[in-house]
């Protein structure tokens, strides 16, 4: 048997590519004559991914900027979303082990104030939610949604969803700005959510 090119795809990221001239003896099995990687074929891995919610309510004070935390580990039902260390529960913040494309996701269950929920809505308030790198939100990339205040009378959600790249030690994390008159209470069971896309 012939020597063959062969190269083990145990990456934190998706796939495998050979260097030239890697080669790697084997003594049994069928050769591929086209020189690819044999194990290319499989299914990507996921090398790190998270998955958690907001552990208790979290009031939000009028005219206020707020960042989501503590978040609780995932239920047993939700833990295969689940991968890697880099996500910080009681800061709520998740740290890139790697540069690259996150795809991030937040949920957001807002519960309007007494307040909010007897007087009609003026249009100049609003509720905004942020994922921001660096916690800084106004001169980094961030993904944003915006929210009226309380404009069904109980308790509603933002979603925002997007991809960011981080770089390797950069963390993420959910804020909300309330620009309302009244505080308001983000729900626990709030979801924030991520995985690493690719480089």
């Not at 690819?36 to 998955?51: E, K, M």
């Not at 921001?132 to 106004?138: A, G, N, Y």
Request: glycine fraction near 12%.
């Amino acid at each position: 048997l012939a020597a063959l090119s062969l190269q083990l795809c145990d990456s934190i990221l998706i796939g495998c590519s050979l260097p030239p001239h890697t080669e790697v003896a084997v003594t049994a099995g069928t050769l591929d004559t086209s020189g690819g990687c044999l194990l290319c074929d499989q299914l990507p891995r996921v090398g790190t991914a998270f998955h958690c919610r907001l552990l208790h309510n979290l009031p939000v004070p009028r005219r206020s900027l707020v960042e989501l935390q503590p978040f609780g580990a995932p239920p047993d039902a939700e833990s295969q979303f689940q991968r890697g260390q880099g996500f910080n529960s009681s800061s709520g913040r998740y740290t890139a082990p790697v540069s690259g494309f996150y795809h991030v996701s937040g949920s957001l269950l807002i519960e309007p104030s007494e307040n909010q929920r007897k007087t009609q809505p003026r249009q100049k308030d609003w509720i905004k939610a942020s994922i921001c790198i660096e916690s800084l939100c106004h001169s980094n990339l961030s993904l944003e949604a915006m929210g009226g205040a309380s404009q069904v009378g109980g308790v509603y959600s933002i979603l925002l969803t997007g991809t960011l790249y981080l770089q390797a030690g950069e963390y993420v994390s959910i804020f909300v700005d309330n620009g309302t008159g009244s505080a308001f209470i983000v729900q626990k069971g709030t979801l924030f959510s991520g995985i690493l896309l690719g480089v």
